[in-house]
């Protein structure tokens, strides 16, 4: 039998409410990533752009520099928590994003670090997608007024469960990306995010079930908690899709940590029922980009 994930793992996401200040957002995530590994779980994910309020007004303000890496407390006072945070809770951290400054060319990025439970950077992803839309009298956001986008995308090998796909947000609506991490061998597909309540409500369960359907992976979307004081509300129902795309678990709007069971076999078996991964048809679309057909 192939096997994608090693053995069962327990994965919780922490729909954390984070404010103005980064300390604090700091030592609550600390609290908040405590808890779901006093639960047993062995994966724990907060959201996108965890510790600051989102927006491209805070980015300068908050951003930090990671590179040369490691970077210094001083230099990234986030590296270190989270990196302190999964050693203590002796899991694998997958620490949302922050805005990062790259020092020599000045450019900002929305950057996932992701930490080994001894506290070892094991991956980093920047988001590749930016989130620059604008519907008619509901949103504009303009992620690109500040930052450039990640031109990689990213697999990131967890030893002892096997390999993941990490993108941030926006990029779930890029399924070539999940796809090339699932081909990869990645048995979840895990989107730090904060979608808002425009989006949101039309978006968010589809583009993950739609994700889990296509891949025939598990699927973890992880949103801020919604806070309608802050200039962005954030969706929240922060969510787990299992391969055959049924909701294992989904948030409401409030500060919640959600958990669920994955297992190699549900994936074996979603896709014995459904052979798609041996039906595709690589020789009529070798090239998916559209530009080598007809
Ligand atoms: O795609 C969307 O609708 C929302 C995306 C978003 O909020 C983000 O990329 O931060």
């Known amino acids: 039998m192939a096997t994608f994930l090693k053995k069962p793992l327990k994965l919780a996401l922490v729909q954390l409410a984070s404010g103005a200040d980064k300390a604090v957002n700091l030592s609550h995530a600390r609290s908040k990533v405590l808890e779901a590994a006093q639960a047993g779980a062995g994966l724990i994910v907060l959201p996108e752009c965890f ?54 060319t000045k450019k900002f990025y929305n950057t996932s670090l992701v930490f080994s439970p001894t506290g070892s950077l094991i991956g980093t992803h920047r988001k590749t997608h930016l989130f620059d839309i604008d519907i008619p009298g509901k949103i504009k956001f303009k992620e690109s007024d500040v930052l450039s986008p990640g031109n990689e995308l ?83 129902h922060s969510l787990i899709a299992d391969p055959s795309a049924g909701i294992l678990s989904e948030a409401e709007e409030k500060e919640t940590i959600i958990y669920a069971d994955l297992d190699n076999d549900t994936i074996v078996n979603t896709r014995k029922g459904i052979p798609i991964y041996t039906q595709r048809r690589f020789d009529v679309y070798p090239d998916v980009s559209g530009e080598g057909s007809k």
Not at 59 to 88: G, V
Not at 177 to 185: F, N, T, V, Y
């Open 51 to 104: 510790n600051s309020p989102y927006g491209t007004q805070y980015f300068p303000k908050y951003a930090e520099t990671l590179h040369p890496s490691p970077p210094t407390k001083e230099q990234s006072p986030s590296f270190h928590a989270l990196s302190a945070i999964a050693a203590e809770a002796n899991a694998y951290l997958i620490g949302g994003s922050i805005p990062e400054l790259e020092p020599e």
């Open 154 to 236: 990213t697999v990131i090998d967890l030893p002892e469960y096997g390999k993941i796909g990490l993108a941030i947000c926006y990029d779930i609506r890029f399924p070539e990306s999940a796809m090339i991490a699932a081909r990869k061998g990645a048995f979840l597909l895990v989107y730090p995010g904060a979608f808002n309540t425009t989006t949101g409500p039309l978006h968010w369960s589809l583009l993950g079930r739609a994700r889990a359907v296509d891949n025939q992976t598990y699927v973890a979307l992880c949103s801020p908690s919604r806070d309608l004081e802050a200039t962005y509300h954030a969706y929240g």
